[in-house]
């Protein structure tokens, strides 16, 4: 049953991925007239085979995990659900990146439509608010994702590393993270709704009404719930880290730390109420719209729709802050005012703030586009929240991660969301077609159409990050649990694997018949060649697949079970036995 069950896990994650590369390929005609996708008519690819490849490929992995998975009673169906409506949603969502349409129109520009993902490969058409809207809700499927997997292969141990009620380090690791994530999402957000309304009283809005003259005030308000509710973030933050190491009484540090709460709340249900209000007037846009970015572009209310994805930081920060509240309440581990001092929280936030400021100014002064900001800081928090959790070394020549103190699970847990997601972001910038289609000539001239230059290498610098992040992940683990069975072949193996996989399967193809323009990998071989090389490239997959798989059931195993070794010296006692008679 085992291995039934892995077989046919393995058997739909290969052929997910088989469909995937088969849809995708873009074909290009000269004649504006005969314009196709394959048998379709150019446009948006049919996100039928995107979200049916993203469905197959998520209930393999589900499958898999769930066959392998010793967790136990009602938390494991909830574990397996959760996984794969995450996996598909972020497949759904990004696989989009990996198979393109075409939209082409007479002396217009061919662009690919990569619906929600578009965004991340043309960051330089749209504002940072867009994107950093895709990459807030691919930070939260992913956490769902990264969570589901731990407590998967490790029920109990995951949850208890990462997040213990009893650990003040663990929940300050949690408090941390969520505080920087969420600060910088209401930064944003702060900062498009003090542009919308300064817009609004330049360009008042046409209807009249209740709402005609109140929904500016609206807006106004609710900037003033969202600024001070920033203030009273920071309030607590200081409070609950270090406000037990000032000379105060230490009830007026639990009761200064209740009073900013109450403040927090009630600012909170203010900017929900004042935003609910603006969703109920009517559009405040014209036909330029308030903002010149395309995702508000036709409706100025959708900002305040994504403004309730400011919950995906906030619901973490709320209970890493409860749980330190019960910390600091009698009885608890510490009693109230003798919490430790957290050097390294200390130093966390001084490195991310840091350089969060530092990349701004750069990229400012630079003009660099709002997906390379993103990317950027993407890199350097994953960096910061990295060396938070963990020391590297060598052992036996080979690389040692050793978790750093007792809050570096966290951490750890948090540099992965981070990574991942700076992996797809990177993956996005380079997987991109761009050209131009001329009717009076009838030619078509692709700007981007070599594989070989800065596409390229953004791919690989993505399917790196990625793959490397995952295999850190099984390390990490490895040397927690205390396993000493070599893997080096099989990390080398799966690292190779998944690179050359990406780069082959999940890379756009795109073919002309007055220009021979290929970015002609897999997708590209199942659309032009003959059936034996077909035939080739498919085995080729499936070696690939199976390869991955393989690896990683070797270093999943070592880890669920360590190996007679483990058995043989848990088995021994240590000293003498005495015997009832």
Not at 108 to 115: G, I, N, R, V
Request: net charge neutral.
């Amino acid at each position: 049953m085992f291995r039934r069950g892995v077989l046919v896990g393995a058997f739909l994650m290969v052929g997910g991925t088989l469909l995937l590369a088969f849809k995708q390929v873009t074909r290009v005609f000269d004649d504006p007239a005969r314009l196709e996708l394959g048998d379709v008519e150019a446009g948006p690819t049919d996100p039928t085979f995107i979200l049916l490849s993203a469905l197959t490929i998520a209930c393999g992995f589900a499958t898999i995990l769930g066959t392998v998975s010793p967790a136990t009673g009602w938390r494991r169906p909830v574990a397996l659900g959760s996984l794969g409506l995450s996996v598909t949603l972020l497949l759904g969502l990004h696989l989009p990146l990996f198979v393109n349409g075409t939209v082409v129109s007479t002396e217009s520009d061919l662009f690919a439509s990569f619906t929600a993902s578009h965004v991340f490969h043309t960051g330089n058409l749209y504002s940072l608010m867009a994107v950093f809207l895709l990459f807030l809700l691919t930070v939260s499927l992913l956490g769902v994702a990264v969570f589901s997997v731990g407590y998967l292969l490790a029920p109990g141990r995951f949850a208890k590393a990462v997040s213990d009620p009893r650990s003040w380090p663990k929940n300050e690791a949690n408090l941390v993270a969520s505080t920087l994530l969420l600060l910088f999402g209401t930064g944003v957000f702060l900062t498009y709704l003090v542009r919308t309304a300064a817009k609004m009283e330049a360009e008042p809005p046409a209807f009249v009404g209740f709402f005609g003259g109140a929904l500016l005030l609206f807006y106004y308000l609710q900037i003033l719930c969202v600024f001070l509710f920033v203030i009273t973030v920071l309030a607590r933050f200081f409070l609950v880290n270090w406000g037990t190491q000032l000379p105060w009484e230490p009830l007026r540090v639990r009761d200064s730390l209740d009073n900013v709460g109450k403040i927090e709340r009630i600012l909170v249900l203010g900017a929900i109420a004042f935003n609910l209000l603006v969703l109920m007037a009517p559009s405040a846009t014209d036909n330029e719209g308030l903002s010149e970015d395309p995702v508000f572009r036709l409706d100025s209310r959708g900002l305040a729709w994504f403004f309730f994805l400011l919950a995906v930081p906030y619901v973490p920060y709320a209970l890493s802050l409860r749980r330190m509240r019960k910390l600091l309440t009698p009885p608890s581990p510490f009693g109230i005012g003798s919490p430790p001092f957290s050097a390294l929280t200390l130093q966390v936030i001084g490195l991310a703030a840091g350089g969060v400021v530092l990349i701004g100014t750069v990229a400012g002064a630079a003009q660099w586009s709002p997906l390379a900001l993103l990317m950027a800081l993407g890199a350097w928090v994953a960096g910061v929240l990295l060396w938070a959790g963990l020391r590297v070394g060598l052992e036996g020549g080979l690389v040692s991660p050793e978790i750093r103190g007792e809050g570096g699970p966290a951490y750890f847990a948090w540099f992965l969301v981070f990574a991942l997601v700076t992996s797809i972001m990177m993956w996005g910038a380079g997987n991109n077609i761009v050209g131009t289609y001329e009717e009076s000539s009838r030619t078509l001239t692709v700007d981007n159409s070599s594989p070989w230059g800065a596409d390229l290498l953004f791919r690989l610098g993505g399917v790196s990050l990625f793959s490397a992040s995952l295999l850190l992940a099984f390390g990490v683990a490895k040397a927690s649990l205390g396993v000493r069975r070599s893997l080096l072949g099989s990390y080398a193996a799966s690292f190779v694997g998944m690179v050359l996989l990406g780069v082959m399967v999940f890379s756009i193809s795109m073919w002309s018949t007055n220009e021979q323009v290929s970015d002609a990998y897999v997708g590209f071989a199942f659309h032009q060649f003959y059936l034996t090389e077909k035939i080739f490239v498919a085995v080729l997959i499936v070696g690939l697949g199976s390869m991955l798989l393989w690896t990683f059931g070797r270093m999943v195993r070592a880890i669920l079970r360590p190996g007679p070794a483990a058995s043989l010296i848990e088995s021994i006692q240590i000293g003498p036995t005495f015997t009832r008679r």
